[in-house]
């Protein structure tokens, strides 16, 4: 039997506020205050690579393209380096540590971004 949308669940949802429950938020959830790096740097890095590009393409082919020393390859290793800082970060802090599936997500992210790091 179908129930209509507007009928009651049969088991509520959980409630953020209530510190009872098997939901229980974060104490420093991210907000708009860390949007710089995972909004932020994006954006400003797509800007870059096409407004670098528009301005001058002869400098682009030259300072940002060549294949071993240009921007965007140099990039591809930095970044990675980056996100194993931030992983390992993540494996180091108890919270991680004391849920096996959060500390298990985090390690494949770290081996992730060390294979990618040592792809050049």
Do not use: N
């Amino acid at each position: 039997m179908l129930k209509s949308p507007s009928a009651p669940p049969d088991t509520p949802l959980p409630d953020p506020k209530r510190p009872t429950g098997p939901y229980r938020p974060f104490t420093c959830d991210p907000g708009w205050s860390e949007a710089w790096w995972w909004l932020g740097v994006p954006v400003l890095v797509a800007l870059f690579t096409i407004g670098s590009y528009q301005l001058d393409p002869a400098w682009y082919m030259r300072i940002v393209i060549p294949e071993g020393y240009g921007i965007l390859e140099v990039s591809h290793f930095i970044l990675p380096l980056l996100g194993l800082l931030i992983a390992g970060g993540l494996l180091l802090l108890p919270f991680v540590r004391a849920r096996s599936f959060t500390w298990s997500v985090a390690l494949v992210g770290a081996l992730a971004c060390i294979y990618i790091a040592g792809e050049r």
